[in-house]
């Protein structure tokens, strides 16, 4: 991303040099003047499931503790009980992330879909990750929602397995209704619901135009015009990432008339957030939110620092 701008704004102040000299020939190349890398805006970061690397995902201690930690985004997982209750759990069964198995043996393969909301709500979620969090509950899609407005969060909700749960885009649309997250004020600041089910986002499309929402996937190129057309954002795994797909998608308007926008998961590291602010994404999601922060903050200031450099050279040049 900052390579080819940093070289750009060189060219460019030389060719402003070269204008006085040889007039219109280079006057032609100003219009393609790229934007000052001092005015690019560092991605948002996203905690995974909550600031999932320290604390049970998907709970709301894990919510509490992003907060804590200065992060105003959460993302989240919503699957659909026995009886017809949201709740907030990544996989398709209890048994990684609950005592499910030793609470009710014989009922293997614990799915979430095979329980009743009153059985998931006795299962301690959070022992499994340490004792200090022993006790921690799978959460509700509404006691969840009313956490992440308590706290003045601002939260990515992800549809889970939509295809295991026909109906659901209609029944979080409803919790979110009846939380208070439907209106004006959330749905333009607050809130994005997206998924890796396309007929799943385009539900919640038809369903609320006014929602944002985001496609978790990399669609070839050639197909995002179409994805455009339903949502707003293109969130790929930052595996699959590159400086020209990033582009592509940027160079769409989403669904509501803005640029498609990009956020890359699941980046836990250093380098692996130094090259995904590089591909200028919106936003990075990560178990590991700090240490997302403090290497897009050392990133930015490192490639300012850069352009500085560069203008003073290329000043330079022109002044002999």
């Known amino acids: 991303m900052y390579a080819r701008p940093l070289a750009a704004i060189a060219a460019a102040v030389l060719g402003a040099g070269a204008a006085l000299v040889y007039g219109p020939v280079a006057q032609a190349s100003e219009a393609a003047e790229p934007a000052d890398p001092a005015d690019h805006r560092d991605p948002l970061v996203i905690a995974h499931r909550g600031a999932s ?158 929602v944002v929402t985001g496609f978790l996937g990399t669609p070839p190129v050639a197909e995002l015009p179409s994805y455009a057309a339903f949502t707003d954002q293109i969130n790929p795994p930052h595996t699959t990432l590159t400086d020209d797909y990033v582009a592509a998608a940027h160079r769409l308007k989403g669904a509501h008339g803005k640029r498609l926008q990009v956020n890359t998961w699941t980046v836990n590291d250093t380098a692996g957030a130094v090259r995904a602010d590089g591909f200028g994404v919106d936003g990075i999601i990560t178990d590991r939110p700090d240490v997302v922060r403090d290497a897009v903050d050392r990133h930015t200031v490192a490639v300012r620092d850069t352009a500085d450099r560069d203008t003073l050279v290329a000043h330079d040049a022109i002044a002999r």
């Open 53 to 210: 690397a320290y604390a049970p995902e998907n709970t709301l201690s894990a919510v509490d503790l992003a907060g804590r930690m200065g992060f105003a985004w959460v993302e989240n997982d919503v699957q659909r009980t026995k009886d017809g209750e949201l709740v907030v759990v990544h996989d398709a069964t209890l048994a990684r992330t609950t005592d499910a198995e030793q609470r009710f043996p014989g009922r293997e393969p614990w799915r979430v879909a095979d329980f009743t909301a009153a059985e998931i709500a006795t299962l301690d979620a959070g022992g499994w990750f340490g004792a200090e969090w022993a006790g921690a509950r799978v959460p509700t899609l509404k006691r969840y929602l009313n956490r992440v407005e308590r706290n003045g969060q601002k939260l990515l909700l992800e549809i889970k397995r939509p295809e295991l749960y026909p109906g659901i885009e209609r029944d979080t649309l409803r919790v979110l209704e009846e939380a208070g997250w439907l209106d004006r004020s959330h749905v333009r600041h607050r809130l994005v619901v997206q998924s890796f089910g396309a007929d799943s986002v385009k539900a919640v499309h038809r369903q609320r135009p006014d």
